[in-house]
């Protein structure tokens, strides 16, 4: 979703609402990640004194496979994000949005900011035991005997 930014930059104290979904198409291009539902934004850009602010926050659901049990879920997420927005700007400086044209496209604003949220490891549960090394049975489930001979061994 492109917005345009012209007015919120020109007049101090403008607010303009933002709800939208990033979609299944566009989503399926990110590499690494299932989604299991469109990426709903909810939010608001506003001129305080000049400077223009993005607030929103983001909700969606991931088909996730647990990086040590192997367990497909589905796992909720809800993020909130903040940014500074700008006309242009000289140099580099990840601290701010670019706004190129006086507009700004959401879809890429959110999916970046949702992959640089979330997790390196996805577990099914924190304390996730994992799989046996020989047999490949769910320790989450109970012990196999190699694991028992393993543990005796220590």
């Given at each position: ?85 700008v006309p242009s700007l000289s140099g580099d400086n990840d601290d701010y949005i670019v706004a190129e044209g006086e507009s700004i496209e959401m879809n890429e ?46």
């Amino acid at each position: 979703m492109k917005i345009n930014l012209k007015q919120l930059f020109s007049i101090v104290g403008e607010t303009k609402d933002i709800s939208c979904e990033v979609t299944q198409d566009v989503l399926s291009a990110v590499n690494g990640f299932s989604f299991a539902s469109p990426v709903r934004i909810e939010g608001r850009i506003y001129n305080r004194a000049g400077v223009v602010y993005l607030e929103y926050s983001a909700d969606f659901t991931l088909d996730v496979t647990c990086d040590r049990c192997l367990k497909r879920l589905e796992r909720d997420y809800h993020y909130d994000f903040d940014h500074i927005v700008v006309p242009s700007l000289s140099g580099d400086n990840d601290d701010y949005i670019v706004a190129e044209g006086e507009s700004i496209e959401m879809n890429e604003i959110a999916v970046t900011d949702i992959l640089l949220q979330l997790p390196g490891k996805m577990l099914c549960k924190e304390d996730c035991k994992g799989l046996c090394m020989v047999c490949g049975c769910d320790l989450n489930e109970g012990t196999c005997k190699h694991c028992d001979h393993l543990n005796t061994e220590l």
